[in-house]
């Protein structure tokens, strides 16, 4: 098993651009969530969703759009960038939310500046 | 509405016991651990669930105090593979919206 996939490691935007984040997972779970994290306040979600086709907002989803087409797919769109969205995102997985969240399994992360 | 972390970074020797604490304002249906080596991704520890038992494995233990709004991580014998940042993840329902609140983190680091 891959395990949770994450494509690219490393990206470097202008503002205004637009681009794709990748995450796939291969342990067929149904809850899968995008985080970034920024130096000194842990981690912030941004959107989750519970399975295919549905998906939901976090605690910071403004700029960002996401799909859930797909068990293994939770592509994470950034619409327009901004130099305040340069982060670390991170794609996580875990099995049937459904009575809590289980134990998450972290991708390696996307280092994204925008300039 | 994040929960507090403390302390926010300390320093051990080798074999030194350590603990670290997360409390929230507001009442909790779980609290999940995470360690994060730098660069890396977070690694899944353990969870603990209201009316659940204390957890651990190897030298890593955990505490939820229901009442208190209040978790605490304890690293017996500190090994420098312990070194990292530590983070807890606060849910308030199981059926709540699936989501976890972070901790801002603490550093952890072991010396030889």
């Known amino acids: 098993n891959a395990g949770v996939t994450q494509t690219p490691k490393f990206q470097v935007l202008k503002t205004g651009q637009s681009m794709t984040l990748q995450c796939a997972q291969d342990?067929?779970?149904?809850?899968m969530s995008w985080y970034r994290q920024d130096p000194g306040m842990g981690l912030r979600l941004i959107h989750y969703?519970?399975?295919?086709?549905?998906?939901d907002q976090g605690e910071v989803p403004n700029g960002y759009n996401v799909s859930r087409s797909t068990t293994e797919d939770f592509p994470l769109r950034l619409l327009s960038a901004a130099p305040s969205q340069t982060s670390v995102y991170f794609c996580?997985?875990?099995?049937?939310?459904?009575?809590?969240?289980?134990?998450?399994?972290f991708g390696p992360g996307t280092r994204l500046t925008v300039l | 509405q994040q929960p507090v972390q403390s302390p926010q970074a300390v320093i051990l020797r080798e074999g030194e016991d350590a603990v670290i604490n997360c409390s929230s304002s507001?009442?909790?249906?779980?609290v999940h651990w995470y360690r994060q080596k730098h660069g890396e991704a977070p690694v899944f520890l353990m969870i603990?669930?209201?009316g659940g038992e204390q957890k651990g494995h190897d030298k890593i233990s955990a505490s939820f105090n229901e009442k208190k709004q209040q978790s605490s991580l304890y690293l017996t014998a500190s090994q420098l593979s312990y070194s990292g940042t530590y983070f807890c993840g606060t849910e308030i329902s199981a059926d709540s919206n699936y989501q976890l609140i972070w901790g801002a983190g603490t550093k952890l680091i072991i010396k030889p």
């Open positions: 996580a997985s875990s099995h049937n939310p459904l009575a809590g969240i289980n134990e998450q399994f």
């Open positions: 603990l669930l209201k």
């Open positions: 342990m067929n779970h149904e809850y």
């Open positions: 507001k009442a909790l249906y779980s």
């Open positions: 969703s519970v399975g295919a086709g549905i998906t």
